[in-house]
């Protein structure tokens, strides 16, 4: 071999090593980078599971502690009772919200979140949420003002967007320190409807405002934070608003000097009336007018638990109806063959037979033997596979567990309707 070919050889070689050497590097550095994004979220998964496990346990020990104490303390002040029993509402009401959102995160996460569409007014919407709330708010001092202007409707989900004023009402309440005021404001803007809540609280860093839509975002996941949550609410929130067109953005001016969170939803030109099956949602929802429906009206309840059934059957009897209870599917076909009630209220899940075999042996029979009676679920499994099975299966309506006593009555009233 020449020269001449040696030198092309190394070169050659040392040409092939350099690539080698350079495509290392860039492995290298692609594993490192994957290494500290797994770094980074096993981090972010540990701080979640704390706060979890934080966020779950208060709430409980509070109930637990408090329930302890109304039943052994039998010469307990009348005073301290109603403070307990007001603890446990509260802390009750604490853990729904909790369930609520990790069902609210799955449907997101799989497109499943639906939207009841009617012809929202704004200012009721806002009032709902902070009558709400304000018991919260109360507790620290704080006061909430409602500035709001005439605005025209918009279409879109009543409940859902009450659940984004909630959401960052509650957002600002944690934040705010005691005997602070929050404000709510809502102006048409640039032919859009404009919410801004405006707080005077804690603020939020400039590095952190890019992240304070995500889920599971925490400024703060020590032992010594100052606030409670998950970091699901905003996350929500944005996405409830992004399903109805609008956008929701955050601002501060820094830490110590409050936050500002603008929500912005389309303003559409009604060009039809509404069909009367969408204003009935937004009716019921917005009072019992027509509570009297229930009266004298003879129901029956499903439930294998005692207290379930208990709870039902005190806030039917005071609406004025009748109400036959039963702990299974066995005694329900009992009574169907002895009574002949307007309305059956069944839960899903329960030992030996549930609801599904319960609804299916009610719709063979005829008409006069009770076939055709409406029929409203109770379930704890609240996921939109099962409220379609639910609903197949011959029911009209379902209820999630744990059921709001005015849900329960308008519920009934609109299935009394169809």
């Known amino acids: 071999m020449t020269s001449a070919c040696k030198a092309r050889s190394y070169i050659r070689a040392a040409f092939l090593i350099g690539i080698d050497i350079t495509e290392q590097k860039r492995v290298e550095e692609e594993l490192r980078q994957k290494t500290e994004e797994l770094a980074e979220i096993n981090r972010v998964k540990d701080e979640f599971v704390a706060v979890l496990s934080h966020e779950l346990r208060t ?18 002040d009348e005073a301290l009772k109603i403070e307990g029993l007001e603890t446990i509402e509260r802390n009750a009401r604490l853990q729904v919200r909790l369930i609520d ?24 919407v806002i009032r709902s949420a902070a009558d709400t709330i304000r018991l919260s708010a109360e507790t620290k001092g704080i006061q909430i003002q409602l500035h709001l202007d ?6 879109g989900d009543a409940i859902r967007l009450q659940q984004v004023v909630w959401n960052l009402l509650s957002n600002a309440i944690k934040f705010s320190s005691k005997n602070e005021s929050v404000e709510v404001r809502l102006e048409e803007v640039e032919s859009q409807a404009q919410i801004t809540v405006i707080d005077r609280g804690r603020g939020i860093e400039a590095e952190f405002i890019p992240f304070v839509f995500e889920r599971f975002s925490q400024r703060d996941a020590s032992t010594t934070r100052s606030a409670g949550g998950l970091g699901l609410g905003l996350a929500i929130a944005h996405y409830i608003v992004q399903l109805h067109n609008g956008n929701i953005t955050a601002a501060s001016a820094g830490f110590g000097k409050g936050s500002t969170f603008t929500v912005r939803l389309p303003i559409v030109t009604m060009t039809k009336q509404l069909s009367n099956d969408e204003l009935v949602l937004g009716e019921l929802l917005h009072g019992n ?50 009574q002949s009630p307007a309305l059956l209220i069944s ?72």
């Open 59 to 76: 709430p409980m020990h509070n109930l637990h502690g408090w329930a302890q104490l109304l039943l052994t303390e039998s010469e307990m």
């Open 289 to 338: 007018k027509e509570i009297a429906q229930l009266q004298n009206l003879c129901i029956l309840v499903v439930d294998d638990d005692a207290d379930a059934r208990m709870l039902m059957q005190t806030v039917l009897q005071s609406a004025g109806a009748d109400v036959l209870g039963a702990a299974s599917v066995k005694e329900a076909l009992a009574l169907l063959e002895q």
């Open 347 to 418: 839960d899903i899940s329960m030992p030996d037979e549930d609801g599904f075999t319960l609804i299916r042996q009610v719709r063979s029979r005829t008409m006069e033997k009770g076939g055709q009676i409406p029929a409203i679920a109770l379930t704890a499994f609240a996921e939109a596979k099962n409220e379609q099975r639910i609903l197949k299966a011959g029911f009209q309506l379902f209820i999630a567990k744990p059921i709001d006593p005015m849900e329960l009555v308008d519920k009934i009233i609109k299935v009394l309707k169809t």
């Open 150 to 155: 005439a605005v025209s409707k918009v279409l």
């Open 101 to 124: 959102d990790f069902l609210d995160l799955a449907r997101m996460q799989k497109g499943e979140m639906n939207l009841e569409i009617e012809s929202v007014d704004l200012a009721s």
